[in-house]
């Protein structure tokens, strides 16, 4: 069979599926087409077709390395600042392997100890914060994650404060990121000759990149006038001083600033996004936040410190977050294409044909998961649990060498802070919350308040 003849919504011409695609909930109405058509689909878009793959059975096959590709496209091709970062580069080009040869040690789970007091001093702002609140008064989950989770990674990655917690309003460089994200994937959902009529949106991105480039090359410039090895503790310190070992060969200055600003926009709406869906399930789930709980003082008791080793053994902890990404993966989908001409699920895909894995959709597969797929149960995590489920069944941190590199970043970062959370508050669903979604780039729990109260305190 042909790729014409995979079913999938029949468009209307020239336009093709683009009003199929729901823009306030895109992820949604996917995850609706999977249900309707099946484990393979066809999108025609302004840009051509696309197939959605989300069983892991067609999801294993994508995922093979020696005859499929990450395809660089859609709303992040169009990120002209971050073109040559890690998430963008193509895998051929060679910036993309020098990058990620001198990365690859400073993303390990070994480096991850020298990374952990930057990561206790912004869970202990978060924690201080909330410790403040007057009984009776909200917080915004959500926000205070962004916050939390954007300020570790700049002071991880380079050593700068954007000082979320003392802020009222995003730090400008936020609203620059996040014009910009917005932008590019408004741009994307466009056929090529209305993207070039948003002449005004086009000018205020060149101002939002220069201003982004600006203050990434002066926190470069600083660093090079210190001495190169001057700091090695963060991310920055090891790309200036890092070398890749096949070559001998180093970064050049605007790749490393290339690559900063990809860590931000790749690192901290993803782990925000995590940490406000793991608070939404353990406030409608009291047993798992009992178990959590219990491992929390049992691993930790009052210490304010956590260690590497304990935030090791904080495994439910862990199993709750994993959990969490497993039924809202918060970078929901990557896409893949084939090398050459080959056949998926019975049909011809002609080489390079963009297929994009639906992972919410992966994620709730009964064949994979059991009957309770769709339920929370950080039990499916349990170890035994995820040996014996199919290969490529889980898939939130992409794939193969272009999977996440911040993985063990943001593992190591959730966890610190969810336990952090557990061991100092109540946790209260003051609104009883139902779970809605928002998509920009990522996805979040949206308009999600609770009420924090510190344990111990009866009020
Ligand atoms: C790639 C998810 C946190 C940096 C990816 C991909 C996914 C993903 C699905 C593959 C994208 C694709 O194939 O197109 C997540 C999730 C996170 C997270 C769910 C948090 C829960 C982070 C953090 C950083 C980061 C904290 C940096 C500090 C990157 C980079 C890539 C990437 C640089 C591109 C890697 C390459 O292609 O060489 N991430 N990510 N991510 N992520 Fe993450």
Redesign the pocket.
């Known amino acids: 069979l042909a790729l014409d003849d995979v079913p999938g919504p029949r468009g209307l011409p020239v336009l093709g599926n683009v009003f199929d695609v729901d823009t306030q909930d895109p992820i949604g109405g996917l995850v609706q087409l999977a249900e309707q058509y099946g484990p393979v689909y066809r999108l025609s878009l302004p840009q051509g077709s696309r197939l959605i793959v989300s069983s892991a059975e067609l999801v294993a096959e994508v995922c093979d390395d020696e005859r499929w590709d ?3 496209g859609g709303g ?1 091709s169009n990120i002209g600042g971050s073109g040559a ?3 963008t ?1 193509e ?1 051929g080009d060679p910036l ?1 392997a020098r ?2 040869n001198i ?1 690859m040690s400073p ?1 390990s789970l070994p480096s991850m100890r020298d990374y952990l007091p930057k990561m206790i001093d912004l869970a202990e702002q978060l924690a201080t914060k909330w410790e403040r609140v007057n009984p009776g008064e909200e917080v915004d989950v959500p926000a205070d994650m962004t916050r939390l ?1 954007l300020d570790t ?1 700049a002071l ?2 380079f050593g700068y404060r954007f000082n979320s917690f003392y802020r009222e309003t995003p730090h400008p460089f936020v609203d620059a990121m996040v014009r910009t994200l917005l932008e590019a994937q408004t741009r994307a959902r466009q056929p090529k000759i209305a993207a070039r009529l948003r002449i005004r949106a086009q000018r205020q991105a060149e101002e939002d990149l220069a201003f982004m480039n600006g203050l990434v090359d002066g926190l470069i410039a600083e660093r090079r006038a210190q001495g190169d090895t001057a700091d090695t503790s963060d ?1 920055l310190g090891r790309m200036l001083t890092g070398v890749d070992s096949r070559t001998g060969e180093r970064l050049p200055d605007d790749n490393i600033r290339a ?1 900063c600003i ?2 931000l926009i ?3 709406e ?2 925000s ?2 940490l406000s869906f793991a608070i939404n399930y353990l406030l409608k789930e009291p047993a798992a936040t009992e178990r959590a709980k219990a491992e929390v003082d049992e691993v930790l008791g009052d210490r304010a410190e956590p260690t590497f080793e304990q935030i090791q053994r904080m495994t439910y902890v862990r199993q709750v977050l994993d959990e969490s ?1 497993r039924l809202w ?3 929901p ?4 294409h084939p090398l050459a001409d080959t056949v998926l699920g019975g049909y011809r895909v002609p080489a390079g044909t963009p297929v994009s894995v639906l ?1 919410p959709a992966l994620h709730r597969d009964p064949a994979a998961w059991g009957p309770d797929a769709d339920r929370f149960d950080p039990d499916h995590m349990a170890a035994e649990r995820i040996a014996a489920l199919p290969p490529h069944a889980y ?5 193969g ?7 063990q ?3 190591q ?2 966890v610190l802070v969810l336990a952090t959370l557990l061991q100092r508050f109540e946790l209260i669903d003051s609104r009883d919350y139902q779970l809605r979604t928002k998509m920009t780039l ?1 996805v979040k729990p949206e308009d999600f308040h609770i009420q924090v109260r510190p344990r111990g305190r009866t009020l």
Do not use: D, N
Request: charged content about 10%; aromatic content about 12%.
């Open positions: 990450k395809h660089v992040l970062g890690l998430f580069a895998t993309w990058a990620h990365l993303f989770t990674i991880c990655g991310l690559q990809t860590f790749a690192g901290h993803t782990t996004g995590l990404l993966p918060t970078a989908a990557f896409t893949r992972i898939k939130p941190f992409g794939t060498q272009r999977a996440c590199i911040g993985r970043f943001a593992l970062e959730a990522t």
